[in-house]
């Protein structure tokens, strides 16, 4: 019922409980679209933009941005396409998530937890794609 709500709603409210199905994904840490109508910005992580850069202000990881992608695509179940402007397109298990807020645009701040793999910005720091951003991270990932 609450996904049918989110349907028309760009971001979720700041401690709002929703559920997420990752229908495709930019880079390491978002934006992840999902089925339900949200765009999520993972919470307390930093990755390289795709083109290689870093952003300003922000932990700048060694990897790549394009391997922050490819990690985070294989932890959603692996890549089933691509659309014309290059966002990959996943078919992912049902993420539940918790909002932080407005993240930049119309992109969702969300910590996200995954079946198998429990909270998904942690699982990307194990992938050593990607850095804790302590400013974020809120205690989380430690």
């Not at 691509?82 to 993240?103: D, E, F, K, Y």
């Amino acid at each position: 019922m609450l996904s049918a709500l989110l349907l028309g709603v760009a971001i979720v409210p700041n401690g709002q409980i929703f559920a997420c199905t990752p229908v495709r994904v930019w880079d390491g840490d978002g934006p992840v679209w999902c089925r339900e109508g949200p765009r999520i910005r993972l919470g307390g992580i930093a990755a390289r933009e795709i083109d290689g850069s870093c952003r300003r202000g922000q932990p700048c990881p060694r990897a790549s941005g394009i391997a922050a992608r490819d990690a985070l695509v294989r932890l959603l179940g692996g890549a089933k396409g691509r659309t014309g402007t290059g966002h990959i397109l996943v078919t992912g298990p049902r993420l539940q998530c918790r909002s932080n807020g407005g993240a930049k645009g119309d992109r969702t701040g969300a910590w996200c937890s995954a079946p198998r793999i429990g909270d998904l910005s942690c699982a990307m720091i194990a992938t050593g794609t990607v850095l804790r951003w302590n400013r974020y991270a809120a205690g989380h990932c430690q």
